[in-house]
């Protein structure tokens, strides 16, 4: 049976910028997901308030080249896992 769910280290998920794309939208009611760091690694991922209301442009060109670049090398497999069970995909 397949999994369902899958643990992604929180460093794959910085880094693919699904961190920094969920954020944006939580910005707008005042929380995000954090990620404390211990020797730089990070420990713990948590919900958060914050004040904080968007990105800078810098950040913001960054994080769509991060997820631009994931979604690219991931396509296939999540065109995949949408499919129904034993459902090859088309093309």
């Given at each position: 049976m397949d999994e369902m769910v899958k643990e992604m280290p929180m460093e794959e998920f910085r880094n693919s910028g699904l961190?920094?794309?969920i954020n944006q939208q939580l910005h707008l009611f005042g929380a995000c997901i954090a990620i404390e760091?211990?020797?730089?690694?990070?420990?713990?991922?948590?919900?958060?308030?914050?004040?904080?209301?968007?990105?800078?442009?810098?950040?913001?060109?960054?994080?769509?080249?991060?997820?631009?670049?994931?979604?690219?090398?991931?396509a296939a497999e999540l065109v995949k896992d949408c499919l129904p069970s034993g459902e090859a995909p088309e093309g």
């Open positions: 961190l920094w794309f760091y211990q020797d730089g690694k990070p420990v713990r991922m948590y919900p958060a308030q914050c004040k904080f209301r968007g990105f800078s442009e810098r950040d913001n060109d960054q994080g769509y080249m991060n997820l631009s670049k994931y979604i690219q090398n991931n």
